[in-house]
Structures are given as C-alpha cells and as structure tokens.
Nanobody
Framework: VQLQASGGGLVQAGESLSLSCAASGRIADRVDMAWFRQIPGKEREFVAAINWSGGSTYYTNSVQGRFTISRDTTQNTVSLKMNTLKPEDTAVYYC???????????????????WGQGTLVTVSS
C-alpha cells in the first residue's frame, strides 16, 4: 500500500484544517488507516484511526471532540478534519495503514505496516 498525505499548513489557534491521505495498491480498500503525529525529539504518537469500512473510529483523548477522521471508500482516501486547533497540535502528521486485526483498531505505532510521508501542521498562538 502506498500512502500520500496532503493538507498541512500554518493556521492560528482556534482555526480548522483538514488533512487527506490517499491510499493506492492492491489491498488499499481493505486496510485500517490512522493518523499519527510527531514533534522533533519526541516519539510518534497516535491521533486517530478508522477501520477498513469506515464504520469504526478511535481517537486519542487529547483530540476527541475536536478532530474527526473519515473515509471515502470509493476513493480510498482518509481525511482528518481538525477543529479548534491548539498550539500543542503542532507536529508533523503521518498517515498509516495496516491489515485489519480481529481485535479491532489500534493506537500502536508498531502495529502499522505502511506509512506515508509526513505533512507539517503548525498552529500559532
């Protein structure tokens, strides 16, 4: 699976921004997908995930209620709509994918097999 992320940029605190990740390849329509983010010098952290059908989602507590992950199964794209952005949301955001597991979605970095390039989100105060 190849992943291509886009949509990063510079916004002010309180504003919104959307990221998009396009998946391609033979199994692109059968993978769970997720967004992670990373600040230089820190570990990559989980943001949100969505299952292959788009019917199940999972968020980290710090973005619950502000971010929405969604999926267009016809286009094999996943979006992350980020509202009420805070300076602490500043990071490089990565999309990731993996084959579904029987136990459902996961926040573990090591559980994702495919990664896109990062896209920088900067939130100014």
């Amino acid at each position: 699976v190849q992943l291509q992320a886009s949509g990063g940029g510079l916004v002010q605190a309180g504003e919104s921004l959307s990221l998009s990740c396009a998946a391609s390849g033979r199994i692109a329509d059968r993978v769970d997908m997720a967004w992670f983010r990373q600040i230089p010098g820190k570990e990559r952290e989980f943001v949100a995930a969505i299952n292959w059908s788009g019917g199940s989602t999972y968020y980290t507590n710090s973005v619950q209620g502000r971010f929405t992950i969604s999926r267009d199964t016809t286009q094999n794209t996943v979006s992350l709509k980020m509202n009420t952005l805070k300076p602490e949301d500043t990071a490089v955001y990565y999309c990731a994918a993996r084959m579904p597991r029987v136990y459902g979605l996961s926040s573990g970095v090591n559980e994702y097999d495919f990664w896109g390039q990062g896209t920088l989100v900067t939130v100014s105060s």
